[in-house]
């Protein structure tokens, strides 16, 4: 099965070329917007680069579909499980990735002035919000790229993902902007802790909710 | 069914059901040793079987054993031992050969890759090129250097020289041949074209509309089964003892299992009977009375 998510690998790395300059287009982008709240500079980074990432990966649903290589891959020792736990796990391999290209330019946003700290970015928020993001978005996309493949559904993903990465940052303004008496006993009465529980947990669910229907889905599919 | 014992694989009344056909119940058993051919026309079903063999297609029904264990979802290490070769590949375009090998190399507990290699020398193949460079003739024969680079014991092959030259379909048959000679090996070959079989086939299983018409062993056709051209005169008297038969510009054709008694009805009139070929057997037996 890793042999498998090597080979999406071996495409992605010949994208990568291309996911830099958007990086440094996406910095320019954050220095013509001004940002100068932690928070939201963070929230956009994480989300850019994670998004960013995934999109990658989900490419390589669409090289497979090229040369319909699940007609290949059924006729390997490999469970359906593995075949598709394979594509879950480049997900999950690119958006770590997708998260340590964010480190890199979370302290280059802080060179810049952007910010003023850089605790934030290594922090266990930017960590939270990736897992998050990261579940969600895999979560949504995957079973739908088993069911209809990439080709037909590329622009409902891309959507998807240009609505995440503007109201991500959004929220993250709004929630900035709250008065502190309002953060006093945690967001909405729910401490930090619990709200990193909770993120966890919806995440950890939306995941295996997802990896079971794509299983149904391809156990189910005519090749 | 027809009963062998010890199958290195064994169908048991297997069922697909698609909008427009409908294929099976079907039984059959592969020997072990043996290279064994689905004849049949094109949308007969013999690209369904293989691919249900495969893993490509699920089945609706029945059930198939291979070297005697159910051929189970959940355990696939039955399939390091089966060897599949398509009527078109599905490599990864964007990957090299090296690549492919190496990927390969970690799913095939058995994965041999100086064989491997040898065939990309044989097949003159380059190894560090994208495979969407390559010609259908190079990926035709990386297909088969896959499928026979892993020590399978069984080989699923489906039309795959159709559309290729007649050097490539010389080619691919000999290295096909030669896997079917070692011991304990077993082939089983989809094809609609009786050339492409020559003299390789212990079996032919010919299928038409879902349905197995007959399974034959390839040295008693000659032996069990006559082409006869007979004069108009004769048809009414003849026609009981033909399998198939058809018109002519000088009569009428047909094939028989029952030579003696054609000579003995035709008497002194003149009947042309010549051993039948595995193509008048297909060509009677699927379209029967033309």
């Excluded at chain 1, 928020?125 to 993001?133: P, S, V, Y």
């Excluded at chain 1, 919806?202 to 229907?213: E, G, H, L, T």
């Excluded at chain 2, 020398?121 to 088969?144: A, H």
Aim: hydrophobic letters at 50%; one cysteine or more; a positive charge.
């Amino acid at each position: 099965m890793f042999r498998l998510v090597i080979k999406d690998f071996y495409f992605l790395q010949k994208k990568m070329l291309f996911i830099i300059p958007f990086y440094i287009i996406m910095l320019m982008f954050l220095k013509f917007l001004k940002m100068t709240s932690v928070a939201e500079t963070t929230a956009c980074l994480v989300v850019t680069c994670i998004i960013g990432i995934l999109l990658i990966a989900q490419n390589s649903f669409g090289f497979d579909e090229k040369v319909h290589f699940e007609a290949f891959v059924c006729t390997l020792p490999l469970t359906q499980n593995q075949i598709v736990a394979s594509k879950y796990l480049v997900c999950l391999a690119a958006s770590v990735f997708g998260l340590l290209c964010m480190f890199v330019l979370g302290y280059l946003a802080v060179l810049t002035s952007f910010s003023g700290t850089t605790a934030i970015v290594v922090s266990p928020t930017t960590f939270f919000i990736w897992a998050f993001m990261t579940s969600i978005f895999s979560a949504v996309i995957l079973p739908i790229l088993f069911k209809k493949g990439y080709m037909k559904t590329r622009m409902q993903i891309i959507i998807f993902a240009i609505v995440i990465v503007f109201v991500a940052p959004m929220l993250a303004n709004q929630y900035n902007t709250l008065p502190a008496e309002a953060l006093a006993n945690g967001f909405l009465g729910i401490s930090t802790t619990l709200w990193w529980v909770i993120l966890l947990a919806v995440a950890a669910i939306a995941a295996f909710v997802s990896f079971r229907k794509s299983l149904q889905i391809f156990q189910q599919k005519e090749l | 069914m027809d009963t062998i014992t010890n199958p290195i694989i064994r169908v048991t009344q297997l069922t697909k059901a698609y909008p427009e056909f409908s294929l099976g119940p079907i039984s059959f058993d592969l020997p072990s040793n043996s290279f064994m051919a689905l004849l049949g026309p094109n949308g007969s079903g013999k690209t369904s079987i293989i691919k249900i063999l495969a893993r490509v297609r699920q089945r609706d029904s029945g059930g198939i054993a291979i070297f005697g264990k159910d051929y189970d979802l959940k355990h696939p290490q039955i399939k390091q031992e089966i060897g599949v070769f398509l009527d078109e590949h599905h490599f990864p375009d964007e990957l090299m050969i090296h690549e492919l090998r190496w990927i390969l190399s970690g799913i095939y507990k058995n994965w041999q890759p100086d064989l491997f290699l040898s065939y990309m020398y044989k097949f003159v193949l380059p190894v560090y090129r994208k495979l969407n460079t390559f010609t259908p003739d190079m990926k035709l024969k990386l297909g088969l250097a896959v499928a026979l680079s892993h020590q399978s014991r069984i080989l699923l092959v489906d039309e795959p020289t159709d559309g290729y030259s007649p050097g490539i379909r010389d080619e691919i048959m000999t290295e096909l041949q030669e896997f079917a000679q070692k011991e304990g090996n077993s082939v089983l070959f989809a094809t609609h074209n009786p050339a492409n079989l020559g003299k390789l086939t212990d079996r032919v299983a010919i299928i038409n509309d879902g349905q197995f018409l007959i399974t034959v062993e390839t040295k008693q056709i000659q032996e069990d089964y006559v082409l006869v051209k007979f004069s108009p005169t004769l048809f009414d008297k003849l026609k009981p003892l033909m399998i198939g038969y058809a018109k002519t510009k000088h009569g009428f054709e047909g094939i028989t299992q029952q030579p003696e008694e054609v000579k003995r009805i035709a008497a002194s009139n003149t009947v042309v009977m010549t051993p039948a070929t595995l193509s008048d057997l297909m060509r009677f037996f699927v379209k029967g009375v033309q």
